[in-house]
Nanobody, 124 residues
């Protein structure tokens, strides 16, 4: 059974950094993975994606240059390093398993397993 568990969220000031972790179990290490975020009253949007081996990544324009996705398959964990955080980054962040081959898939419908999410709040 596939399970994804996020951690690392919190309340920080603008300009700070956070590192989110997503621990996965089950048949996941051979799949691309992604991070999404969802703000109150808004739809879930793609943040970053990574290939199964970790060699290829993709980012939303809004986070490019500030966020870095990585993975350690030996530890069954995907990370999202978030630097220079802005108030508009405030959201619940969720990791998900990509059921398609392309790591840059931005449509949430292409992801078949999801974690419960971790809250990130950035104050101005």
């Amino acid at each position: 059974q596939v399970q994804l568990v996020e951690s690392g969220g919190g309340l920080v000031q603008a300009g700070s950094s956070l590192r989110l972790s997503c621990a996965y179990s089950g048949r996941t290490s051979h799949y691309a993975m992604g991070w999404f975020r969802q703000a109150p009253g808004k739809e879930r949007v793609f943040v970053a994606g990574i290939s199964s081996g970790g060699g290829s990544t993709s980012y939303a324009d809004s986070v490019k240059g500030r966020f870095t996705i990585s993975r350690d398959n030996a530890k069954d964990t995907v990370y999202l390093q978030m630097n220079s955080l802005k108030p508009e980054d405030t959201a619940v962040y969720l990791c998900a398993r990509n059921s398609r081959a392309y790591y840059g898939a931005t449509d949430a419908a292409y992801y078949d397993y999801w974690g419960q999410g971790t809250q990130v709040t950035v104050s101005s």
